[in-house]
């Protein structure tokens, strides 16, 4: 199906079309779809989702402003008739199915032109319980005009508010979030889940489905059952001579006019230390130290009068303690 690359000439009509491609690569049960740029620049790894350790199959790179598929080292490239290829052309004319890997370890890449239809979806309501076959035959309720897509490929069945999904053909597969469903075995389905089948994309939502049109090949048979979803027209919106002008978004915070009126303050230095006190400890002490003698002498006195006239001492402690007071007074507190 696909045609190796062995002269310039071969590349000449997808030179003029420059048209985005669509790539699906099915790696055992994973699927994932990929996009190559209009103008054929650069190349990129025809790999698995996973980043650097993802396994890589073949090589995709731009030669003579086209892109040109080759495998990788040690690997083969086999077309969908079975003949082996060293690079191929990758054109967007007809939707292709290439090989690439080794017996027993291999993956499928398709090729595709991508169209409006890819990124446009219907969304889809149902009154009551429904049941949705998709596959190539015209007999099925959606027809999917692909050639590797099986005459009767999946089930939908929808049943109390409930989505149920049957996968009929185990090739080139039904995947759900991107995982290979088991042939034969109901899968129901949650709000949010992606169906998957060689680029028709069918989301399931609450009552409802959504699905797009992959290279205008998808057929919708409703029936009364089927409500559409049909989103309101968009109307411009008017414009007069004053909307015409630009709208203003931010506005100046409000800001309030204040006198400031100057006011002056004096602050006083400190004061000044004291001066250390220089009179002399002898001139401190000297009036306490007298008076205490003084008191002692008299009390001495007082008691040798009254022990030579024989009278009684007592008449002499009033005067004793008088002397002994003012004595501890000077000596404890003499300043």
Request: hydrophobic share 40%; with cysteine.
């Amino acid at each position: 199906m696909g045609r190796a690359l062995i002269c310039p000439a071969c590349s000449s009509q997808q030179a003029e079309k420059n048209t985005t491609m669509l790539l699906t690569l099915i790696s055992g049960e994973k699927i994932h779809t990929s996009s190559l740029p209009k103008e054929p620049s650069g190349m990129s790894w025809v790999s698995e989702a996973g980043g650097l350790s993802a396994q890589r199959f073949g090589l995709i790179e731009a030669k003579d402003e086209v892109w040109v598929l080759s495998p990788k080292k040690g690997m083969q490239l086999i077309d969908n008739e079975g003949r082996e290829l060293k690079s191929v052309v990758l054109e967007s004319a007809e939707e292709r199915a290439y090989t690439l890997g080794v017996p027993g370890s291999s993956a499928t890449l398709i090729s595709r032109e991508q169209t409006a239809g890819d990124t446009h979806f219907k969304i889809i309501g149902f009154k009551t319980d429904e049941v949705i076959t998709i596959g190539s035959s015209a007999d099925n309720t959606l027809t999917y005009a692909s050639p590797y897509v099986a005459g009767t490929h999946a089930c939908i069945n929808y049943y109390r508010d409930v989505f149920f999904l049957t996968s009929l053909e185990s090739t080139p597969g039904t995947f759900v979030n991107t995982t290979m469903l088991t042939p034969q075995k109901k899968r129901e389905l949650k709000p949010g889940d992606i169906i998957e089948i060689l680029g028709l994309v069918i989301t399931i939502g609450h009552r409802f489905i959504s699905l797009n049109n992959p290279s205008d090949a998808l057929t919708i048979h409703d029936n009364d059952n089927f409500v559409y979803y049909i989103p309101p027209p968009y109307t411009p919106p008017k414009q007069g001579p004053e909307e015409d002008k630009e709208e203003e978004y931010f506005y100046p915070a409000p800001r309030f006019k204040r006198d400031i009126t100057p006011r002056r303050f004096t602050v006083d230095a400190p004061p000044p230390p004291e001066k250390a006190d220089e009179t002399p400890i002898a001139l401190k002490i000297g009036p306490s130290l007298v008076m205490a003698l003084a008191a002692v002498f008299s009390g001495v006195m007082m008691f040798t009068n009254i022990m030579d006239s024989g009278g009684s001492i007592l008449r002499a402690v009033p005067m004793l303690v008088m002397a002994v007071a003012m004595l501890t007074g000077a000596v404890v507190w003499p300043i």
